[in-house]
């Protein structure tokens, strides 16, 4: 009886240690700043996958205004603009670190001959696109070996593109057929085709949006299929389906507001889920995270509700690798906020703050 009773005890044990929950790692975050407060450039800290807790800040670079970030795939190397409009006598910069020990060192910096750059991204094989958001330019750059910044970056100009509107270039980021820019003033997003290292505009050259719209952010889908773009001045995210050689037509417009709220909100950042079943996008004014779902089949969306960011002012957010988690810059409220995300339904539940000097962009 007693072997009996040990056996059982022994496999009841077995199976609860079988079903542990599984121990995920820790992960870097690292936070851009604006630096006219008391944040003094590029921050980090480490977050906790298992417990969604943020711990351990660290001040890596002091660096002006660095707003945005981008970090290679290797993860060796991470950029950051520098949102200014006296870097040089042509406007704001760009900055390159190697991450080597969990340390940023400095490389260099480059101007990006126009005013306020405002978002950086990378080919994935050696060029970097910088969107000059009041210089109305792109820059795009070609990387040196050790992913240093080349000199004479190309530079795209939007300001001779409309006699009327003031070009805003907003972002900038390469696909597989060349480089896609929002122009938050023109109303347009600008395509270009890379021929002989350079790019020159697509076929079709710009996809247009209703006046006033704002396009400022955009996602693909996993297949390349769906384009998703939310509208900074009217508040909507526009759907547009890639039906042939890159060439796209819109098929959807959502608005990102409750029926019910009256005030001024300005939209910002927009990201699929890891799976690709919802779309996120950030309410400035409402501040809230707005929630969609996907249709599996004709890439369209279906409200499935907002959550307020605990905060004001949602200029960036991120999910965190393991896709659990959606972590919310508030940039008014100078804190960051974090919640558990439902992968079933796309819901928000939150967790927990940090209270961090004007937060503006996060990248893990």
Known sequence: MKKLILAGFTAILAFACSEKPENKPMYTLFVGT???????????????????ELSNQKLMAKITNPSYLALSNDKKNLYAVQETADFDSLGGGVTAFALKDGLLELQNSMGTQGAHPCHVSLSGD???AVSNYTGGNVAVFSLNADGSLGKDPQIIDHKILDSVKTSHAHMAQFDAYGLMVTDLGL?????????DGTFVPAE?????FVDGAGPRHFTHGEDGKMLYVINELNSTISVFENVENGNYQEVQVVSTLDANFDGESFCAEIHLSPDGNFLYGSNRGENTIVIYSVDDTSGKLELVGRESVHGDWPRN???DPTGEFLLVANQKSSNITVFKRDAENGTLTFLNEV???IPVCLLF
Do not use: C, V, W
């Not at 630096?35 to 969604?52: L, M």
């Open 34 to 52: 604006y630096t006219d407060g008391d944040s003094e450039g590029i921050y980090t800290f480490t977050f906790d996958a298992n417990t969604g």
């Open 126 to 128: 050696g060029k970097l």
């Open 317 to 319: 957010f991120s999910m």
């Open 204 to 208: 079709q050259a710009s996809l247009p």
């Open 355 to 357: 209270k961090h000097s």
């Open 187 to 195: 109303d347009a997003i600008k395509r270009y085709d890379q021929k």
